[in-house]
């Protein structure tokens, strides 16, 4: 496979630009972010696909938790094509996690989000959707420092939250969603999505309407709705090796299990640094959500940073403080409960070519929360994951 000097990742590009193929939806990632891709040229068009597979045994403590097989899976093609005077980039992203995840998700504790036979899920995270995206990216230059992007589809992402875990690269080794995935960036996959920005130098200043309700069960079909939801989002990329961002968005009930609207807030920082023979990639993510129907603030905050050395060997850690409310859905009551999860592994990679890499890794999560849930969860669960990870090899490139 050969570079594409089409793509924003070439030569071609200024030095300190984020590129649309390494990050999410709208989002900026780092210039300086490694890139794990197979890439070629037919015609008129650049193609690139990348993803990831984890095959895993996760093994969660504590009477609530859970030993299962597992694969945490995703596939992701891009085409690209110049279009007027601007640039055309259609994005397909597939999951097969309905199909590889055990009833009725991944198990972890303290998780919760979506739901399973109607009722909420508690201690598992859901599997991703088959369509995990359907969209197309315009963006075209106005002048040397200003251009415009139109971006949006069936399934796509609003401009709304951090890069989505899936493609941070400060998360590229750990198979598991953060506990704080459904306050930071859980509109990710949305089915109904327009989103318009511009672009000023360093600065991006984007827009959506969307449809803000979260997937349901049937993880095969999209599911539109009416675009009643909005956010609005500003980007800086200072530097090659930074970015960050502030978000705002006001979703029409959003959550299948709960009545009520949600506005939902988000700010994080992603740092990436490359050296000689690795990299460093570090995010930190602050995610709110507001519930209108019950007037509760619910905070998270996240760090997360992996770190590649001697080329073959990755060393990660998340670290977590996330406000729950949703642990026992049936209770009468619903109080948020502050838990902490800090995670730390570290994989090596076994086959390591310019196609594609295969590496072993396992990771171990301690959990910190209020003495009221020993009752439920014990006294200290611990809960550990041993996996394979297979993906396309690293792509040397430079801008």
Do not use: C
Request: glycine share 8%; charged share 20%; proline share 7%.
């Amino acid at each position: 496979m050969k570079d594409m000097p089409g793509m924003d990742m070439s030569a071609s590009a200024s030095d300190w630009k984020p590129s649309p193929h390494a990050g999410s939806g709208t989002s900026w990632q780092p210039a300086s972010v490694p890139g794990y891709f197979w890439m070629t040229s037919r015609g008129h068009w650049d193609l690139m696909a990348h993803g990831v597979l984890f095959l895993t045994y996760n093994q969660q403590g504590g009477p609530r938790g859970a030993g299962k097989a597992e694969s945490v899976n995703v596939l992701m093609l891009m085409e690209q094509h110049k279009l007027g005077k601007g640039t055309l980039l259609l994005r397909q992203m597939f999951s097969a996690e309905s199909l590889t995840s055990p009833h009725p998700g991944f198990p972890q504790l303290f998780q919760t989000g979506e739901t399973y036979h109607g009722q909420p899920l508690v201690d598992h995270q859901h599997p991703h959707n088959v369509f995990a995206e359907l969209s197309a990216y315009y963006s075209r230059p106005i002048t040397e420092k200003i251009s415009w992007l139109l971006y949006g589809g069936p399934s796509a992402e609003p401009a709304l939250g951090p890069v989505t875990y899936i493609h941070r690269a400060s998360a590229a080794e750990l198979p598991a969603a953060p506990l704080s995935h459904h306050l930071q960036d859980s509109t990710h996959t949305s089915f109904g999505v327009v989103t318009t920005g511009v672009m000023i130098d360093r600065f991006k200043f984007e827009g959506s309407v969307f449809n803000g309700r979260e997937p349901n069960e049937e993880r095969w079909s999209i599911q539109l709705g009416a675009l009643d939801s909005w956010s609005a989002r500003a980007w800086v990329a200072p530097a090659r090796n930074w970015t960050a961002q502030y978000s705002y968005g006001r979703l029409l009930h959003p959550e299948a299990a709960e009545p009520g609207n949600e506005k939902r807030q988000s700010a994080s920082v992603e740092y990436n640094r490359p050296f000689a023979e690795g990299n460093w990639a570090t995010s930190l993510i602050w995610g709110r959500k507001h519930k209108d129907e019950t007037g509760i603030n619910l905070n998270s905050y996240l760090l997360e940073s992996t770190v590649n050395f001697k080329r073959s060997n990755y060393a990660y850690t998340r670290l977590e403080l996330v406000d729950k409310d949703e642990l026992f859905p049936q209770a009468p009551v619903h109080p948020a409960y502050r838990i902490g999860a800090y995670t730390f592994g570290g994989v090596r990679d076994l086959v390591q070519s310019h196609s594609w890499q295969l590496g072993l890794g396992a990771d171990i999560t301690f959990n910190t929360k209020p003495a009221v849930l020993d009752s439920t969860y014990g006294m200290n669960p611990v809960s550990f994951r041993i996996f394979l990870r297979v993906r396309p090899g690293l792509t040397e490139h430079t801008h």
